[in-house]
């Protein structure tokens, strides 16, 4: 059985920041790309970053670029974003998924930003 958990969301001040973790199981993380996206309030799922199965290949979206760096750790099961220097417009669910639609992810962890 396929299973993503995300954890480390929490509420932060602009500027602070936050490691989201993902511990997957049920398959073989090193055969897969990786995501992270996000779905906002009111808003649909948007990917943030995604990372390569070898993990050679690293990209973010604009929004984001300079800010958060997705990472993997393969022999953990595990896959990593640090973001830092949040705005309030990162307020979001954050989900690991499996695919850049996030039709395979896991339940979200919710991370807020607010002064």
């Known amino acids: 059985q396929v299973q993503l958990v995300e954890s480390g969301g929490g509420v932060v001040q602009p500027g602070g920041s936050l490691r989201l973790s993902c511990v997957v199981s049920?398959?073989?993380?090193?055969?897969?790309?990786m995501w992270w996206v996000r779905q906002a309030p009111g808003k649909g799922l948007e990917w943030v970053s995604k990372?390569?199965?070898?993990?050679?290949?690293?990209y973010h979206a604009n929004f984001v670029k300079g800010r958060f760096t997705i990472s993997r750790d393969d022999a953990k099961n595990m896959v990593f974003l640090q973001m830092n220097d949040l705005k309030p417009e990162d307020t979001a669910v954050y989900y690991c998924?499996?695919?850049?639609?996030?039709?395979?992810r896991g339940q979200g962890t919710q991370v807020t930003v607010s002064s």
């Open positions: 998924a499996r695919d850049e639609k996030g039709q395979i």
């Open positions: 049920g398959f073989a993380l090193s055969d897969y790309w």
């Open positions: 990372i390569s199965n070898r993990g050679n290949h690293i």
